[in-house]
C-alpha cells in the first residue's frame, strides 16, 4: 500500500522560503505521476506542480511558476516542494498525491490520484 508523508509546513513571513518533503513507500517501481497540490479554505485541491513517473520533468500551474520548485530524490523515494518568495496568498493545506493509473492526466485531475499523503499546513503571514 502506497503511504506518503508531507513534512516542513509551518508559520513563515511574507518574502520567505519553505521547502516541504513528501516521503513515499509501498509503490511498486513504476508510476505515472507524483505532485504536490494546494488546498485553500473552501476550494478543491489544486495542482501546484507534477512529476511524471520516476524521471519525468516538472509541470507547474501558472499561478506559481517562478517560485515554485519540484525536486526528488529517487535514491531516497523523497520528493520536494521549495517556495520562495512566499505570499500571503500562499497560506494553504499542502498535499502530495501520486497517481497509479495514469488517471489524473499529469495531475490535472486530482480525483485521479490514487493515493494521498496527510498534508502540512503553509502559513504565511506578517
Known amino acids: 500500500q502506497v503511504q506518503l508523508v508531507e513534512s516542513g509546513g509551518g508559520s513563515v513571513q511574507p518574502g520567505g522560503s519553505l521547502r516541504l518533503s513528501c516521503a513515499a513507500s509501498?509503490?511498486?517501481?513504476?508510476?505515472?505521476?507524483i505532485g504536490w497540490f494546494r488546498q485553500f479554505p473552501g476550494w478543491e485541491r489544486e495542482m501546484a506542480s507534477c512529476l511524471g513517473g520516476s524521471d519525468g520533468m516538472p509541470i507547474y500551474t501558472d499561478s506559481v511558476k517562478g517560485r515554485l520548485t519540484t525536486t526528488r530524490d529517487n535514491a531516497n523515494n523523497v520528493m520536494y516542494l521549495n517556495i520562495d518568495s512566499l505570499k500571503v496568498e500562499d497560506t494553504a493545506f499542502y498535499l502530495c498525491?501520486?497517481?497509479?493509473?495514469?488517471?489524473?492526466?499529469?495531475?490535472?485531475?486530482?480525483?485521479?490520484?490514487?493515493?494521498w499523503g496527510q498534508g502540512t499546513q503553509v502559513t504565511v503571514s506578517s
Open positions: 509501498g509503490f511498486a517501481s513504476h508510476f505515472y505521476a
Open positions: 498525491a501520486m497517481d497509479l493509473t495514469g488517471s489524473s492526466w499529469y495531475c490535472t485531475k486530482p480525483a485521479g490520484m490514487e493515493a
